[in-house]
């Protein structure tokens, strides 16, 4: 009988230290994804910005005076370029455009706008086509500069006018895409 009741406890302690080790486990693992695994450093694409978008006025290809305010209630993708749109223009246009059909039917809370120097011509009537609901301004580029850097590149501004991400005029189209969804799903504004 002693040697019935020593296997027994052998059993209940080895029970019992399997019970210990299976509780303590996750936390042993969470210290070690903590302090050794390491995670990466940012999930978006984009180039975040994180502050007020330029107070910008000038007008669109018709002559209407129009303002970048105006357009708030909306996330914007906004094109800036410091010349004629060439084809690095084309290419962001195209990006921006796919960026926001993929969104489905979210799309609707994205509008995009090109950016163009006063004195510059607008894009020729072809490349509009391609481009439904596509708003041309031209402005100052005194007005946007300090704000929004060099030309040739893609802004996504929020509904409330801030400046979020900034992205390259030739950019990843799914990258862009997939940043824009996380904001659309993030916010409920716009």
């Known amino acids: 009988?002693?040697?019935?009741?020593?296997?027994?406890?052998?059993?209940?302690?080895?029970?019992?230290?399997l019970l210990a080790l299976v509780c303590a486990a996750p936390v042993v693992a969470s210290y070690v994804a903590y302090y050794w695994v390491r995670p990466a450093a940012r999930v978006n694409y984009g180039e975040l910005e994180a502050k007020p978008a330029p107070a910008i006025a000038g007008s669109t290809a018709d002559g209407t005076p129009w303002r970048l305010d105006s357009m708030q209630g909306r996330w914007i993708l906004l094109v800036v370029t410091g010349s004629a749109c060439d084809s690095l223009c084309e290419r962001a246009l195209y990006a921006t455009r796919q960026?926001?059909?993929?969104?489905?039917?979210?799309?609707?809370?994205?509008?995009?706008?090109?950016?163009?120097?006063?004195?510059?011509?607008?894009?020729?009537?072809?490349?509009?086509?391609?481009?439904?609901?596509l708003i041309v301004a031209q402005a100052d580029p005194r007005q946007w500069t300090p704000a929004l850097g060099a030309?040739?590149?893609?802004?996504?501004?929020?509904?409330?006018?801030?400046?979020?991400?900034?992205?390259?005029?030739?950019?990843d189209i799914r990258r862009l895409a997939k940043d824009l969804e996380r904001l659309l799903k993030a916010s409920r504004i716009g």
């Open 151 to 171: 030309a040739e590149r893609i802004h996504v501004l929020d509904p409330l006018g801030n400046l979020v991400l900034t992205y390259p005029a030739d950019p």
């Open 1 to 17: 009988m002693g040697d019935e009741s020593g296997a027994r406890r052998r059993v209940a302690r080895r029970t019992l230290i």
């Open 99 to 133: 960026a926001r059909a993929i969104q489905g039917r979210e799309q609707d809370r994205v509008a995009r706008a090109l950016l163009l120097p006063v004195g510059v011509a607008p894009p020729p009537e072809a490349l509009l086509a391609q481009h439904p609901g």
